[in-house]
């Protein structure tokens, strides 16, 4: 069965008519031999166009892989890609997931995964891309990511020529200008498919009269016609979503039938603990809670709710628009500032816009509805002003002039400490373009290693750095950073340049290899951590590897480190070190304290006389910084967290309670499963020390307690690594 003959059964298995874009998209690619970029709003379609390809791969007998950048969406694709294959005819284990903590079906015809893996993958060899016929990359405007980009850009170069490419993304500013740069650095000539029509229009409203509750009533109705139910209701931080869902949950959202129906689907025993009891009273009164905070058993149970139409509104953050298909008929924005509190800025289009395309669900609405909220202070403003417009200015009747008067007194007013937003900038949010892809972000260190293996010189990594797609200042930035992370790798001795004439000539030492083991943490730091803490206690193990895990600040405030007495490393090893190289000094008051300053540091000398005494994380991160040749922006976080829950009898739930984060308690549990992953990095290095293998124990037993279904999920099977020393 040639293409051709592929693409007619596929297009008589459409139930639907197609839009012009998809119709277009599809026969391009079976017609492409390079490929496709399609580029196209948010909920337009863009599946259809990834299950041609799906379907041309199985009928072909060929192997493709569907990438994602989330572990959310990757789960969703995989079910949905495995409805299709059955209804098309072929066994539902010819679609496989791979997401680096889950394997089903890994070796189908068919891999969903995350773009991890797929880079993996290629970087492993030749062999793992024999059969493969194209590659499908979902969201591919993650290209932009300043973290994680260059994981698509790296997957595009190094894979090998005659696989196809299909590059599905929402719309970007520079299309184009892509199109040409793929073509002329990496000679893969791809099909341009765009558009900028939306399937569902969308109406774009200002609401500066009605304060958020007052306003999300009025969203109800019970004729289809004018209810603008179900909504996503977006806040920019995990508390103003709990704050916003407790003054919903007192309004009448549902009815006495429906409530009814909710709570048949809610089991009492799931919801008894934690954030569960304060969720349930929410989700029976008709509204949900959907963010990083809430454990994962909880962000189904709403998710479910949500798309069965039981709740009508879902109070979220903005990761929920970058990540799982929620489609609702409305979204409420209720601000459009984002950051620290006294330096908010407009919120970047690209995320806007990524909100603003959840509204509008093509099999239930002719159109969508975006709402932005004024500031609640303008709010009251505009409820005065109208109200005191409505008194004749020039009556004499005693009354009016005294409830004039009243309202004059009691004016509202603007507050100095807050920041404002307005009609204005909303329309400016609208008419903003989509974000430009570029080239972001350094290449990390197991990327270079690799680079750095195909020849034995630093021309291939120049090379590589010098065809990247953006401004040439931005790559002569690279390639400073290249020189630093050279210097950095010789000064740990990983590697040796030589005294040839070839100043791009290097040998690497074999040690540098173990360097690719790490995945958690900055590669240099693992291996200088290894290295430290072979002379230390269980507990400093603890705080030296909890220190480079990240928490959002309103977490890690408290989970401060407790007093506890210093341990062998600290006393015997660090401190002494510290002293002797003049890097801290002895504080009256005991400990030691930092005597200079290093950038991007807050623990180091004020000028006052207030030396804070130095954590074993704290002085861990000095003596790295000491020997680096070049600074490196290596993380370290001093924390108690897995420690702390460990003293509460490994209770969880105990433990977030007496820490006041039970509505962040999903951070608390993500920490501790981030925590089993590094554990188990550092014990394959440190020759198997048991302390590492017991952390990783205790905590796995603790996210067992809390969310059993979730964790066996994020732990099952080995974890995917970049095992470059392979090569």
């Not at 200008?177 to 791809?190: D, T």
């Not at 506890?564 to 400990?591: C, F, N, S, Y």
């Not at 969880?652 to 951070?667: P, Q, S, Y």
Request: charged residues 30%; proline residues 5%; hydrophobic residues 40%.
């Amino acid at each position: 069965m040639d293409r051709g003959e592929i693409c007619s059964r596929f297009l008589d298995a459409v139930e639907y008519e197609l839009y012009p874009f998809q119709e277009e998209a599809l026969l391009a690619w079976f017609e492409s031999e390079a490929g496709l970029l399609v580029t196209v709003p948010t909920g337009m379609g863009k599946t259809l166009i990834a299950e041609a390809a799906i379907f041309e791969a199985l009928h072909a007998g060929q192997r493709l892989y569907y990438t994602t950048p989330l572990i959310a969406l990757t789960d969703q694709k995989f079910r949905e890609f495995q409805d299709r294959a059955e209804a098309w005819g072929f066994p539902r284990q010819e679609i496989g997931l791979i997401t680096g903590n889950r394997r089903v079906n890994p070796d189908a015809r068919i891999r969903i995964v995350v773009a991890e893996i797929l880079l993996n993958h290629i970087l492993a060899g030749q062999e793992q891309l024999d059969d493969v016929s194209s590659v499908v990359m979902d969201e591919f405007h993650y290209f932009n990511d300043w973290e994680r980009g260059v994981v698509w850009e790296l997957s595009l170069v190094l894979l090998p020529a005659p696989i196809r490419l299909m590059l599905l993304s929402a719309t970007v500013g520079n299309p184009v200008e892509f199109i040409g740069w793929i073509s002329k650095e990496h000679g893969r000539k791809l099909r341009l498919i765009q558009s900028d029509q939306r399937q569902v229009p969308l109406e774009f409203l200002w609401v500066g009269d009605k304060l958020l509750t007052e306003h999300l009533v009025t969203m109800l109705d019970d004729d289809d016609a004018e209810n603008r139910a179900p909504a996503l209701v977006f806040c920019f931080n995990r508390d103003e979503c709990w704050e916003v869902a407790e003054r919903l949950k007192g309004l009448k959202l549902i009815g006495q039938a429906t409530r009814a129906e909710v709570e048949r689907h809610l089991d009492n025993d799931a919801f008894a603990r934690g954030a569960g009891p304060k969720l349930k009273q929410m989700l029976i009164r008709g509204v949900g809670v959907h963010h990083a905070g809430v454990l994962p058993k909880y962000k189904q149970v709403v998710e479910d709710l949500f798309l069965k139409k039981l709740i009508p509104f879902v109070v979220c953050t903005e990761t929920l628009a970058a990540g799982v298909n929620l489609p609702a008929r409305s979204v409420v924005v209720s601000t459009l500032l984002k950051g620290k509190r006294g330096e908010k800025k407009l919120v970047p289009p690209s995320s806007g816009h990524q909100m603003f395309g959840r509204a509008g669900r093509p099999q239930f609405d002719t159109k969508g509805f975006v709402y932005a909220l004024a500031h609640e202070d303008d709010v009251k403003i505009h409820k005065w002003r109208r109200k005191y417009d409505q008194i004749d200015p020039t009556s004499k009747d005693p009354g009016l002039m005294r409830a004039r008067k009243n309202l004059e007194r009691k004016r509202p007013t603007r507050r100095k400490t807050e920041q404002y937003w307005s009609e204005g900038q909303f329309k400016t949010l609208i008419q903003a373009g989509p974000a430009r892809l570029a080239s972001r972000s350094m290449i990390p260190y197991q990327v270079l290693i690799y680079l750095l293996t195909r020849k034995g010189t630093l021309h291939t990594a120049r090379e590589f750095l010098s065809r990247r797609f953006n401004k040439p200042e931005t790559l002569k930035k690279f390639q400073d950073q290249l020189e630093h992370m050279i210097g950095n790798l010789e000064t740990f001795s990983f590697l040796t340049r030589t005294d040839d004439e070839d100043e791009d000539a290097v040998i690497l030492n074999d040690n540098i290899y173990a360097l690719l083991n790490f995945r958690s943490v900055d590669p240099l730091y693992g291996s200088f951590l290894i290295g430290k803490l072979s002379r230390s206690s269980f507990e400093e193990k603890m705080l030296a590897l909890e220190s480079v895990l990240p928490l959002p600040p309103v977490v890690e405030r408290k989970v401060c480190i407790p007093e506890m007495d210093p341990g062998p490393l600290q006393t015997q090893v660090l401190e002494p070190l510290l002293i002797q190289m003049g890097l801290a000094t002895v504080r009256p008051e005991g400990g030691i304290a930092a005597v200079f300053e290093t950038e991007g540091a807050d623990y180091w000398q004020r000028e006052d006389d207030t030396k804070p005494a130095l954590t074993l994380p704290e002085m861990l991160k000095i003596l790295f910084d000491a020997k680096l040749k070049t600074p490196e922006a290596v993380f370290v976080q001093p924390k108690w967290v897995a420690g702390g829950i460990f003293e509460f009898d490994c209770d969880f739930h105990k433990f977030v309670r007496a820490r006041d984060m039970v509505k962040n308690e999903g951070l608390v549990l993500r920490h501790l499963l981030r925590l089993v992953i590094l554990t188990g990095e550092f014990f394959a290095q440190s020759d198997g020390d048991p302390d590492y293998e017991r952390i990783g124990e205790l905590a796995t037993q603790v996210c067992e307690q809390v969310d059993p279904r979730y964790t066996d999920r994020f732990l099952a099977g080995e974890k995917e690594a970049i095992k470059l020393a392979e090569l």
